[in-house]
């Protein structure tokens, strides 16, 4: 039934598809499809991708494949499935292009140079690591938003830094950019609260709750692209010093300019 190299022996136990199992199997990964051979007088194939898998788990030497579509089986009686289990992991674990859908990103009407650069920073060395990792757990910690949150405070303080002399006009500054990424700073709560609930999902449940966080680290990355469609026009703003006592007014405290 099945052929080539990467055959694993192992005993079959379960239900899949309502039928109840227990029997000697052949086990296949081959790219992103595994393969379950069983039942020598009747042969039989499970066939599933790893896009069915919602999770897997290995214990005592048993590996638990979990697909809420068709049911649950337990591999064992083999010293390969511990292996099998990271290689599913992995194959699982293809991180999705966070970019191309993207407007500003690297569009050259909205990327001034060091600018664009410094405010993608650090989600694009995230994006690397977690491209590399394809382990569930490694691409959650790449993905701390505090960390982004703080690389993204930084930035604004450079911006500031770079474009004004007075204090009063660089706290103007920061508080203008962090009123225009509201939307990214409120995204990196939900990229926080969804790497948690990936970081506690049981292992039954761990590769569905993984997709459900790297829709939400996709949203992440269109928010930081919407946020930097809005820094633009402030970061090149002609007026130069000349835009410095805007800012002042539009930040201060309301109460501020109500005295006659």
Excluded at 9 to 34: C, I
Excluded at 97 to 108: C, D, M, P, Y
Excluded at 200 to 217: G, I, L, M, N, Y
Aim: hydrophobic share 45%.
């Amino acid at each position: 039934m099945l052929s080539g190299d990467g055959l694993i022996a192992a005993r079959l136990r379960g239900a899949w598809d309502d039928r109840s199992l227990d029997y000697d199997a052949a086990v296949q990964l081959d790219g992103r499809a595994l393969r379950i051979a069983y039942d020598t007088a009747e042969p039989k194939v499970i066939d599933l991708t790893v896009a069915m898998l919602d999770g897997v788990s290995y214990l005592d030497g048993a590996l638990t494949l979990y697909a809420t579509e068709a049911g649950a089986v337990v591999l064992y009686d083999s010293p390969h499935l511990e292996g099998l289990r990271h290689r599913l992991e992995a194959a699982v674990c293809v991180f999705p292009a966070q970019t191309l859908s993207l407007r500003a990103f690297g569009s050259e009407r909205s990327a001034p140079g060091s600018d664009h650069d410094r405010w993608f920073d650090a989600l694009l060395d995230a994006r690397r690591i977690a491209e590399e990792s394809r382990t569930v757990e490694t691409q959650r910690r790449a993905f701390d938003a505090d960390r982004l949150e703080r690389h993204a405070q930084w930035v604004y303080a450079e911006w500031a830094t770079e474009r004004f002399a007075d204090p009063a006009d660089r706290r103007a500054l920061v508080a203008e950019l962090e009123q225009l990424g509201l939307g990214f700073a409120a995204a990196l709560r939900q990229l926080e609260h969804a790497g948690l609930r990936l970081r506690q999902a049981p292992e039954a449940q761990q590769f569905h709750t993984w997709r459900r966080w790297t829709d939400c680290v996709q949203r992440t990355f269109r928010a930081a692209d919407e946020a930097w469609a809005l820094f633009v026009p402030v970061l090149c703003d002609s007026r130069g010093a000349k835009g410095a006592l805007w800012r002042r007014l539009i930040n201060r405290p309301r109460n501020e300019g109500s005295a006659t």
